[in-house]
């Protein structure tokens, strides 16, 4: 069983699971696990690795379109070396500060592979949380950001040297296409939460989610628990730049974008009228990528079935 069929078989007994993070009073909360097998390849520093745990957390609070306040983290390695240590929690500390949050602490414990577990909580705001389900025929489809940072991040991590050394600067964006490509994949990694851009379209957003998972799997999330079939024009798929660095061509580009999931970008549905407004709202801007349609018929791209694919743990 992988890791979607088991959240679908939890989900009959936990009717909050199907959201990216639970609502508890006036509170939402969400917990994440990543191990350096599947979430932090070779030359991956602490630094990154403290920002990206804690930002996919904080990614979560942002797909509800709340605040964010908080985070902790669990810390597990085979031993615990001061300055890797000093690095997480400094990462950790700034993907926090991106949004407006804290981070609080957590906890420390021994293990045989580098694994950190989060956990976010944020405030559910005034006009309430975006839920999954909700999209209705004729809203535009939309995303935040640009995508395939992460798949290109993963192209530059092989491509780069494995004697890397732990640097801990920050920095959203690689300063140079020249750059060390593992420096310039760490810097890729680090993401900043929609967290911003969650709040501008709370109140106004019909369904949301983050990507996760990728951005074709997470149109079907959306489409399935809305009821609804979505048609996606190819061409409007905003693209980060790094990706035409290590793309294979056209087919491998868009691969990238669509399919290969970590972008932890904002996928939502929200009416025709309101999209030029909430473009304006969003600091990481909005792109219309599509249209919601009547039927439950699955996504399309260009007219063919976009193929329900993407990053899967397990």
């Given at each position: 069983m992988n890791e979607r069929d088991a959240l679908r078989r939890l989900a009959a007994d936990l009717p909050h699971a199907g959201d990216d993070a639970a609502v508890v009073g006036g509170t939402v909360i969400t917990t994440d696990m990543l191990h350096e097998r599947t979430d932090f390849p070779a030359g991956t520093t602490r630094y990154t690795a403290g920002w990206r745990a804690v930002g996919a957390s904080l990614s979560d609070v942002a797909a509800m379109g709340a605040a964010a306040d908080a985070a902790v983290a669990v810390y597990a390695d085979e031993s615990f070396e001061p300055n890797e240590l000093d690095r997480f929690v400094g990462g950790a500390v700034d993907a926090c500060e991106a949004v407006g949050g804290a981070y609080v602490g957590g906890d420390l414990d021994t293990h045989?592979?580098?694994?950190?577990?989060?956990?976010?909580?944020g405030t559910v705001p005034d006009d309430g949380v975006v839920p999954r389900a909700g999209a209705a025929p004729g809203e535009a489809v939309c995303v935040t950001g640009e995508w395939g940072r992460s798949a290109a991040a993963l192209r530059l991590f092989d491509r780069g040297r494995v004697d890397y050394g732990t640097g801990d600067g920050g920095g959203d964006e690689a300063e140079s296409r020249d750059a060390d490509p593992v420096e310039r994949a760490n810097d890729l990694f680090r993401f900043t939460p929609r967290v911003a851009d969650g709040r501008a379209l709370a109140g106004t957003a019909t369904a949301m989610m983050d990507s996760s998972d990728g951005l074709a799997r997470s149109l079907h999330q959306l489409a399935e628990a809305s009821g609804v079939?979505?048609?996606?024009?190819?061409?409007?798929v905003p693209i980060h730049p790094a990706v035409d660095d290590v793309a294979d061509g056209p087919a491998d580009r868009f691969e990238l974008a669509a399919h290969f999931g970590e972008d932890f970008e904002l996928v939502c549905t929200l009416p025709e009228g309101e999209l030029a407004r909430l473009r304006a709202a969003c600091p990481a801007g909005l792109s219309r990528i599509g249209t919601v349609e009547k039927g439950s018929n699955g996504v399309t791209a260009d007219g063919d079935p976009l193929p329900d694919r993407g990053y899967t743990h397990g």
């Open positions: 045989d592979e580098f694994t950190v577990a989060t956990t976010a909580v079939g979505f048609t996606i024009d190819r061409g409007a």
